[in-house]
């Protein structure tokens, strides 16, 4: 699974653009974003990001 480093989110939208399984969403009261449940573990969103914002975590979730 994949997560979004917010020290390193730039709210650019590529990652959310990219998604496509719409699971990329605002995370509420902040100006980044937060993967969720709908996650397919494509990595769209990584080969999209121009900030290295998103971690690939596989650690057994």
Do not use: L, V, W
């Not at 480093?5 to 100006?31: K, L, M, R, V």
């Not at 980044?32 to 769209?44: H, K, L, S, V």
């Not at 969103?45 to 121009?50: K, L, R, T």
């Amino acid at each position: 699974m994949r997560k979004i480093d917010p020290d390193e989110c730039q709210f650019c939208g590529a990652c959310q653009s990219a998604c496509p399984s719409e699971a990329i969403i605002h995370a509420a009261g902040t100006n980044y974003y937060e993967i969720n449940d709908n996650c397919i573990d494509c990595g769209a969103c990584e080969a999209e990001c121009g900030f290295n914002a998103i971690i690939n975590d596989n650690t057994g979730d």
